[in-house]
């Protein structure tokens, strides 16, 4: 069973940045695909980045150029640097990993994974 924690979240003015963390409980498996959702009220959940345990990354359109995923293996923790932030960034975020495979085929189809945090809020005032 992995658990999931994120943090990190928290208000913003545009243009200004934020750091959120996911911390993992030992994910012993390869290969995995981690990604970060987020979903703003009244709204489906967005796929916005993933890293496979291969070190690839793919980011949605929407925050390509802007925000950066990465993992530090030795903390277990993956992260996602938000540059840039725009109100419409503003929405609860979520990681997420799945079982024993690569990246779903959509890459973010949200029953493609298996395990999901709690969510950390992220609001983005103008």
């Known amino acids: 069973q992995v658990q999931l924690v994120e943090s990190g979240g928290g208000s913003v003015q545009a243009g200004g940045s934020l750091r959120l963390s996911c911390a993992a409980s030992?994910?012993?498996?390869?290969?995995?695909?981690m990604a970060w959702f987020r979903q703003a009220p009244g709204k489906e959940r967005e796929g916005i980045a993933t890293?496979?345990?291969?070190?690839?990354?793919l980011y949605a359109d929407s925050v390509k150029g802007r925000f950066t995923v990465s993992k530090d293996n030795a903390k277990n923790t993956l992260y996602l640097q938000m540059n840039s932030l725009e109100p419409e960034d503003s929405a609860m975020y979520y990681c997420?990993?799945?079982?024993?495979?690569?990246?779903?085929?959509?890459?973010?189809?949200?029953?493609?994974?298996?395990?999901w945090g709690q969510g950390t809020q992220v609001t983005v005032s103008s």
């Open positions: 890293f496979e345990s291969s070190g690839n990354t």
């Open positions: 030992a994910i012993t498996y390869r290969p995995y695909c």
């Open positions: 997420a990993v799945t079982g024993i495979s690569w990246c779903p085929r959509p890459r973010f189809a949200v029953g493609g994974y298996r395990y």
